[in-house]
């Protein structure tokens, strides 16, 4: 995937996090060179999906627990998680402030 199609892909998607979380890294993966969790491991033991983590610290506004989902997991190299961008109403008229990364 070239930049130009990641963009064009990614810029007017609305899609909640659940819903566009997975092909979005997926699209990352690609774009970037980098082998996606199934191509490399089969069964989600060293790089997967949705992997149950240790919550250290509060990644969200009201998380509660000890546990927790990584939306894209690697072992020893990385726990991705998305959140969805949160448009916020500014004090100043005509502009808007925006939290979360896609």
Do not use: N
């Amino acid at each position: 995937m070239t930049p130009a199609k990641f963009v064009a892909k990614w810029s007017p998607v609305t899609l909640a996090e659940r819903a566009a979380s997975q092909e979005h890294f997926l699209d990352l993966c690609r774009l970037l060179g980098q082998p996606t969790p199934a191509e490399i491991d089969a069964t989600g033991a060293e790089y997967t999906f949705e992997k149950g983590v240790a919550v250290t610290d509060s990644a969200s506004r009201g998380a509660r627990g000890a546990g927790g989902f990584a939306d894209a997991w690697w072992r020893g190299k990385f726990a991705w998680e998305y959140k969805r961008i949160v448009m916020h109403a500014c004090p100043h008229p005509g502009e808007t402030a925006v939290s979360g990364t896609r």
